[in-house]
T-cell receptor, first 115, second 117 residues
Framework: GDSVTQMEGPVTLSEEAFLTINCTYT??????LFWYVQYPGEGLQLLLK?????DKGSNKGFEATYRKETTSFHLEKGSVQVSDSAVYFCALSDHSGGGADGLTFGKGTHLIIQP | DTEVTQTPKHLVMGMTNKKSLKCEQHMGHRAMYWYKQKAKKPPELMFVYSYEKLSINESVPSRFSPECPNSSLLNLHLHALQPEDSALYLC????????????????FGDGTRLSIL
């Protein structure tokens, strides 16, 4: 079956530091890849997505590149802010069955940014 | 602002009560989902509706009963829940993959935080 593996936190960084959160996946088909962010007390917000190999998703200074050869989709940001403190989920959708299907999530990475 | 609206935001109920969670979207999406999320865990899929028909039931206990009365609404009826059912219940929607929505993301509501006494 499909699976997503991501580094578990908490990850603690100082403001303006460089961020990398690693994500690797296994899938039976050709998946689409997503990063979602969850702030305390809220639902999941789509941060960025990529649908085919070498696609780069980007949003709010965050980037991730779909690497089919390494089955990875690492999240990066050049300079983090306190407001980036949240839980980040890497996820994939496979649709190998042809219809709507649930997302497969990693376990989530709790990011803490200190001033 | 989320485009998927869930009500209520919080719900406390006893084990013998009957209540319903509601979800609404007006993005024209024809696939809708229920997820359960326990603290410090990722969301777990419960049900998938495609064109108002139940397409996936992830072996969810019968005390959870989903309903999709029209293309914009999704309900989750609750009856005789157990304390371990306390969690955040998330609704999501997306374009149906069969109609060009294969690569489209799911959009989530803010969830209903459910506590079972």
């Amino acid at each position: 079956g499909d699976s997503v593996t991501q580094m578990e936190g908490p990850v603690t960084l100082s403001e303006e530091a460089f961020l990398t959160i690693n994500c690797t996946y296994t899938a039976t088909g050709y998946p689409s890849l997503f990063w979602y962010v969850q702030y305390p007390g809220e639902g999941l917000q789509l941060l960025l997505k990529a649908t085919k190999a070498d696609d780069k998703g980007s949003n709010k200074g965050f980037e991730a590149t779909y690497r089919k050869e390494t089955t990875s989709f690492h999240l990066e940001k050049g300079s983090v802010q306190v407001s980036d403190s949240a839980v980040y989920f890497c996820a994939l959708s496979d649709h190998s069955g042809g219809g709507a299907d649930g997302l497969t999530f990693g376990k989530g990475t709790h990011l803490i940014i200190q001033p | 602002d989320t485009e998927v609206t869930q009500t209520p935001k919080h719900l406390v109920m006893g084990m013998t009560n009957k209540k319903s969670l509601k979800c609404e979207q007006h993005m024209g999406h024809r696939a809708m989902y229920w997820y359960k999320q326990k603290a410090k865990k990722p969301p777990e899929l419960m049900f998938v509706y495609s064109y108002e028909k139940l397409s996936i039931n992830e072996s969810v206990p019968s005390r959870f009963s989903p309903e999709c009365p029209n293309s914009s609404l999704l309900n989750l009826h609750l009856h005789a829940l157990q304390p371990e059912d306390s969690a955040l219940y998330l609704c999501a929607s997306s374009q149906d993959p069969g109609t060009g929505g294969r690569n489209q993301p799911q959009h989530f509501g803010d969830g209903t935080r459910l506590s079972i006494l």
